[in-house]
């Protein structure tokens, strides 16, 4: 029997098959999951309605997650078909592009900043409002990703360090809350991986390429883990865990300088 067979997944952030979130649902498919998909827009819609066929998916919703009806009503369609829900993974984030470049204090504006934190950060405790009432009585959790960003500094990641952290912040709070029903929540802390959120960055292969010489086990971690990672988080196995943040990095937090090359 599969890790999660059984159980109830609603997966936001599928954008191609390199999305982590493609990861995860992959992992939570092998394992048994029941999979409730979202799409961000028109242009998405048939891509993740084609992932949703590999997958069984019994709901394929539209989801901009800075619609507060939008989120209500991916929510009234997953009380409809399911009745209720075990599992939440949210693996969206976005800061205009302009914010990813060059010098924090200089490339950081008003508008960046609120478009960071209300994309990446609000809309996981968003979705943890509806998804609530949905999620009683059945050792339910949510699952969001971050990045080392938010707690180290690092070139051109800026305000979305700052989203992150506020996020980190949110899975620690919503554990706490949400503690009262027995809901668990917690976050993957992924490496760098080469995904579409990835490829509009300047110079993401050459800190791929940086990050593997400083990383322990001397290579770029894969979507596959994060997904294994993310489905034993979400398991019955996980269920003392809450409010963690769980790096799978390969073990690059835990180090302060690359190798010397002699
Ligand atoms: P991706 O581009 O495949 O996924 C990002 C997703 O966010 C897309 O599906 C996109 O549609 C969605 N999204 C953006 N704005 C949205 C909105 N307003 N409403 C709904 N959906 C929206 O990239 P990814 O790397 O798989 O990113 C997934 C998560 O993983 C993000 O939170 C990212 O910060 C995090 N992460 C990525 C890396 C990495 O190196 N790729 C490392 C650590 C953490
Ligand atoms: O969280 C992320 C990606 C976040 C992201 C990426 C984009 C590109 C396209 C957020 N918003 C946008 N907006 C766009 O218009 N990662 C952890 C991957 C990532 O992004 C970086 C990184 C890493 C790692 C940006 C700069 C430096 C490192």
């Not at 302060?256 to 090359?261: F, I, N, Q, S, V």
Request: hydrophobic share 45%.
């Amino acid at each position: 029997m599969g890790l999660l067979t059984g159980k109830k997944v609603l997966i936001v952030g599928v954008a191609s098959k390199l999305s982590i979130a493609s990861g995860i649902a992959e992992a939570c498919f092998r394992e048994g999951a029941e999979i409730a998909l979202t799409y961000q827009n028109d242009k998405l819609k048939s891509r993740v309605e084609s992932f949703g066929e590999k997958w069984n998916a019994s709901l394929i919703l539209p989801l901009d997650v800075s619609s507060d009806t939008q989120i209500e009503s991916v929510f009234d369609s997953i009380k409809a078909e399911w009745g209720a829900i075990d599992i939440v993974i949210h693996s969206v984030g976005y800061a205009p592009a302009s914010e990813l470049d060059g010098d924090y204090v200089n490339a950081t504006t008003r508008e960046g900043f609120q478009i960071a934190h209300d994309i990446s950060a609000y809309s996981f405790v968003a979705l943890a409002k509806y998804a609530r009432p949905l999620m009683q009585g059945r050792n339910a959790c949510l699952l969001t990703l971050t990045y080392l960003g938010a707690q180290r500094t690092l070139p051109n990641y800026n305000v979305m360090g700052l989203a992150k952290a506020s996020l980190e912040a949110n899975v620690r709070y919503m554990a706490n809350s949400l503690g009262t029903d027995g809901i668990r929540v917690n976050a993957i802390s992924a490496g760098p991986i080469r995904t579409l959120a990835a490829s509009g960055i300047k110079s993401f292969r050459k800190m791929l390429a940086e990050n593997e010489k400083q990383t322990p086990l001397r290579r770029n971690v894969t979507i596959e883990e994060v997904g294994n990672a993310a489905a034993f988080l979400c398991s019955d196995l996980a269920s003392g865990i809450s409010g963690e943040i769980l790096f799978v990095d390969g073990g690059f937090n835990t180090t302060a300088m690359r190798p010397l090359e002699d």
